[in-house]
């Protein structure tokens, strides 16, 4: 039954557009790894070459969510949510008959952009729409939320059938579908940006930019020497230094300080941390353990976390449910909690031999699904609640920028503990130490997420003993 308040004009069929884009924003980040290996064997490329269909469309992405949220405020927030759709949808569409692996990474680099600035526009046009913090405001975050994360949980799963029948270049027509949907309904979203939006800070944009793009240079290397990886990094601190001063004396910066000042933004901002920690690397690594560790099929890869894309897609409603009924203090521990849980099982499962590896990893994976789908529910409602409506823009950029950057930083960090190899060395070679490593990882991943949960606390404590004085 369709809640009341979106049966009224715009509301329900923003939902809707909203929703279907939602779907296919994480396809760009969790598909490509079923790709891979048929992407080499076609343009006869080696691992480092590859690695750019991942690295630039993260760094398109990542770079690209901030500048699109400070620019739908101004310019209009469906407009903005338009041209991400164009973008998205033209570059996947001339994906499908790339003639060249630079054509590829390039039309990638472009969906990356578009990708970026849906993330930005999509959430802020639901704030627009419903500006109450009610039941209505929450269904429509939570069903973004869910789209979202079924995308992120299925794609590898979808991508591998899709590749199993009809080859790799099919994937990328997965896409069109659901932009084409979201296209249709433009005309009946209503317009929304801020009246009286201050002018770009373009300076701040742009070393926010520089910043994250050379730290996620620096971590995933994409062939760079240890050296240079070292100078990026470097650059990057110096000019984070310079953005802090920057940003402080603005009148109007694009980063405003008092975002990250508000303790609820700042949890939510660790508790999306910590998702990307045990969904995105789960996300991207089992199937590619499977494939590279195991000698499993791309349809098998895909399937390999079924478990979590289950738990993830059908837990989201527990997300509201948890924040009205134990807090956001609550929510937070739970979710957290259930992710760290499930990497802790996953690790030990790993470890063990058969048939306990298996019922390891599926139960690892579930308690991830069930911790990350739960937050998937009210992460953004949260984060978004603390913000003035006018400035949803900004915000919602802002917010999303810490999703996929902390998505791009965490499965570029956990690539070097991992190490696969996008080519096995021969037809059905596999890696009998992959498992191994993955399990160190899953350990190390669930050890985080417990400290960040301990940090998590002590500013939601912080902020109410501030509070009560």
């Known amino acids: ?75 209009g927030r469906r407009r903005l949510f338009a041209v991400g759709l164009g973008v998205v949808g033209v570059s996947n569409a001339l994906a499908i008959v790339a003639p060249s692996l630079g054509g590829l990474i390039a039309l990638r680099a472009a969906a990356g952009l578009g990708a970026g600035t849906l993330l930005a526009t999509g959430p802020a046009l639901l704030a627009a729409r419903f500006p109450a913090d009610d039941k209505h405001r929450a269904r429509a975050f939570a069903a973004f939320g869910s789209a979202a994360g079924s995308g992120i949980a299925f794609g590898p799963l979808v991508g591998g059938l899709v590749m199993d029948q009809l080859g790799w270049r099919a994937v990328f027509a997965v896409y069109l579908p659901f932009i084409g949907l979201a ?116 349809a098998v890869a895909g399937a390999s976390i079924l478990p979590m894309a289950i738990l993830l897609f059908i837990s989201t409603p527990l997300g509201p449910w948890l924040v009205a009924r134990v807090g956001t203090g ?49 992460m953004d409602n949260l984060a978004m609640g603390t913000i003035d409506a006018a400035r949803a823009g900004m915000a919602a950029g802002l917010f999303q920028t810490v999703r996929i950057g902390s998505a791009a930083l965490a499965v570029a960090a956990a690539g070097s503990v991992v190490a696969i190899g996008h080519e096995p060395a021969a037809p059905g070679a596999v890696d009998a130490g992959l498992a191994a490593r993955y399990a160190a990882l899953a350990g190390v991943a669930a050890a985080v997420m417990g400290v960040l949960a301990l940090l998590c606390i002590f500013v939601l404590k912080t902020a109410r003993g501030a509070a009560r004085t």
């Open 330 to 378: 609550g929510f937070v521990v739970t979710c957290i909690g259930a992710m760290a849980l499930g990497d802790g099982i996953v690790c030990l499962g790993l470890a063990a031999t058969a048939p306990w590896a298996t019922v390891g990893l599926v139960a690892g994976l579930s308690l991830i699904g069930l911790g990350g789908g739960a937050a998937n529910g009210s």
């Open 183 to 298: 296209a249709l309904l433009l005309p009946r979203i209503a317009p929304s940006r801020d009246p009286d939006a201050p002018p770009m800070d373009v300076l701040g944009i742009a070393l926010f930019m520089a910043v994250l793009g050379l730290l996620v240079l620096a971590i995933q290397g994409a062939g760079f020497s240890p050296y240079w990886r070292s100078v990026f990094t470097l650059v990057a601190i110096g000019l984070l230094a310079v953005l802090v001063v920057v940003e402080r004396h603005r009148r109007y910066p694009a980063i405003a300080p008092g975002l990250f000042a508000n303790p609820t933004f700042r949890v939510m901002s660790l508790t999306m941390t910590c998702w990307q920690i045990g969904v995105a690397i789960s996300m991207v690594y089992v199937p590619a353990v499977a494939v590279a560790g195991l000698g499993a099929s791309p």
């Open 1 to 75: 039954m369709i809640p009341g308040a979106w049966r009224q004009s715009a509301g329900l069929w923003t939902v809707i557009a909203v929703v279907s884009s939602g779907i296919t924003l994480p396809f760009g980040e969790s598909v490509i790894g079923v790709q891979l290996a048929a992407i080499g064997r076609s343009f006869s490329a080696d691992g480092t070459s590859l690695q750019w269909l991942v690295n630039g469309y993260m760094l398109t992405f990542a770079t690209s969510i901030l500048v699109a949220g400070v620019a739908a405020d101004k310019l």
